[in-house]
């Protein structure tokens, strides 16, 4: 059985008061809800003012991003151990942001994929096709080339402290997203890429959606079967759409 996990991205947004107001609104509520894993993932500036707005509460907090470095010359960067330091449980790594504006190529993902698990950390690793690649028909290839070069990089036994998700490039911040079908049959084929190698893992290993996910959308994705929680941008940044959604993994509620 997965637990859902609904994690925020909150991008580059926010400061300290926003940040304060928001976690104590998501917390209030969040103490409510059973089953499903909630999720925080500030700016680095934000994490310790999150850190400790969430003390005592359910919710986790987590990263954006990490350098592959542990320490050292290496100006403007962030390593796995200072990410621990401000309390942190998840990074995201490979966002389609990062690959597409600082040009973070397979390769590095898998790199830092496989520091970040090293240091303790869930890493959850973004992968997703580009409207051209959709259109092209090459939608799983890409994916599985995607995640492929992390198996080759950490192992299929890393994916034991791995969360996969699955976010279209042409759905994020668009508006658009990609059907409960679409997103299901991509979901699918990536717990059969893992389920060739072990189907332990391809059961437990969870795979969010990432791509507009509103509370609208919310409930008719996370009903598919191999849809278990989401990465949630531009609707995490409001309390009760975020708090909507977090609900929406609850069958009853
Ligand atoms: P939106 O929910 O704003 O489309 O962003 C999705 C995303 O990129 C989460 O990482």
Request: charge should be neutral.
């Given at each position: 059985m997965r637990t859902p996990l609904i994690a925020g991205n909150w991008k580059m947004n926010g400061d300290q008061d926003m940040?304060?107001?928001?976690?104590h609104e998501i917390t209030a509520d969040a103490q409510t809800l059973s089953n499903v894993e909630v999720l925080l993932c500030p700016p680095f500036t934000l994490l310790l003012v999150v850190e400790?707005?969430?003390e005592g509460s359910r919710c986790q907090l987590g990263a954006q991003d990490m350098d592959i470095n542990a320490n050292g010359a290496f100006t403007g960067q962030i390593s796995a151990a200072m990410l621990k330091d401000c309390g942190c449980k998840y990074v995201i790594l490979g966002h389609s942001e990062r690959r597409a504006i600082y040009g973070e190529s397979d390769l590095l993902v898998a790199e830092k994929i496989k520091i970040a698990v090293a240091g303790g950390l869930?890493?959850?690793?973004?992968v997703g096709e580009s409207r051209e690649e959709r259109e092209s028909g090459i939608t799983e290839q890409v994916i599985e080339r995607q995640i492929q070069v992390v198996i080759d990089i950490v192992g299929i036994q890393s994916f034991n402290n791995l969360v996969i998700a699955y976010e279209p490039v042409w759905a994020i911040g668009t508006g658009l997203t990609a059907t409960p079908d679409q997103a299901q049959q991509v979901h699918n084929s990536i717990r059969q890429q893992l389920a060739s190698l072990d189907a332990s893992i391809a059961d437990t290993c969870r795979i969010l959606y990432g791509g507009s996910m509103k509370p609208d959308n919310a409930r008719e994705l996370l009903e598919k079967p191999d849809i278990d929680g989401g990465l949630i941008g531009g609707a995490a940044l409001n309390a009760q759409d975020f708090l909507k959604i977090c609900q929406a993994t609850c069958p009853t509620a």
């Open positions: 940040a304060t107001a928001l976690c400790s707005a969430l869930t890493a959850i690793l973004c």
